[in-house]
């Protein structure tokens, strides 16, 4: 079965501060996508940042990047600088690249910025 | 910009009750999907969509079931409401499959 694991339920970081969320995942898959979503509190989920398992160059997005370990299924989120405005419940998710565009997702992180 | 539409933000509905959830996307996206959201399991897909009147179980189908006469909509159905259906349910888009899926608010379903 293809999982992904996000084992920090909860996360918090001062303002200005980086932090990074983990995510892990398992597949037998060789192309597939990944991603982190963002859900602000009471407004709609966004995508953070993509990557596709085949470019081995980690995706950044502004403040947003990523560390993607093919061989170790690991794809942790960084985020620099942080800002109030970064607290959210984020999400990891994966795709396989020939699949149907069923997205799995993780349990979610909740990430508070503290001023 | 991409814009999803969910027809209700708050809803509460009584067991045994035949509850419908609307959405609606206007870029012409090819897929839609609906989701719901429990806390500590994340996102469950229920059922998705890749064409007008084309439909595919995800991982928890049973107790719904979906409509899509037209391709900016997608309905979700709950043929007779449970407590256990109680859950926020979120439906997304997406032009390509493997591409960013676009989620709509979510409806916060409460069964008594």
């Known amino acids: 079965a293809q999982t992904v694991t996000q084992s920090q339920p909860e996360m918090s970081v001062q303002e200005a501060e980086t932090v990074t969320l983990s995510c892990t995942y398992d597949?037998?898959?060789?192309?597939?996508?990944l991603f982190w979503y963002k859900q602000p509190p009471s407004r709609q989920m966004i995508l953070v940042i993509r990557q596709e398992a085949y470019k081995q160059q980690n995706a950044t997005e502004n403040r947003f990047s990523v560390n993607f370990q093919k061989a170790a299924k690991s794809f942790s989120l960084k985020i620099s600088d942080s800002q109030l405005g970064d607290t959210a419940m984020y999400f990891c998710?994966?795709?396989?690249?020939?699949?149907?565009?069923?997205?799995?997702f993780g349990q979610g992180t909740t990430l508070q910025v503290k001023p | 910009d991409v814009k999803v539409t969910q027809s209700s933000r708050y809803l509460v509905k009584r067991t045994g009750e035949k509850v419908f959830l609307e959405c609606v996307q206007d870029?012409?996206?090819?897929?839609m999907f609906w989701y719901r959201q429990d806390p500590g399991l994340g996102l469950r897909l229920i059922y998705f969509s890749y064409d007008v009147k084309m439909k595919e179980k995800g991982d928890i189908p049973e107790g719904y079931s979906v409509s899509r006469e037209k391709k900016e909509r997608f309905s979700l159905i709950l043929e007779s409401a449970s407590t256990n259906q109680t859950s926020m349910y979120l439906c997304?888009?997406?032009?390509?499959?493997?591409?960013?899926?676009?989620f709509g608010p979510g409806t916060r379903l409460t069964v008594t």
């Open positions: 998710a994966f795709v396989p690249r020939h699949n149907t565009g069923k997205l799995i």
């Open positions: 597949t037998s898959e060789n192309n597939y996508y």
């Open positions: 870029m012409d996206h090819e897929n």
């Open positions: 997304a888009s997406c032009l390509t499959l493997g591409y960013e899926q676009y």
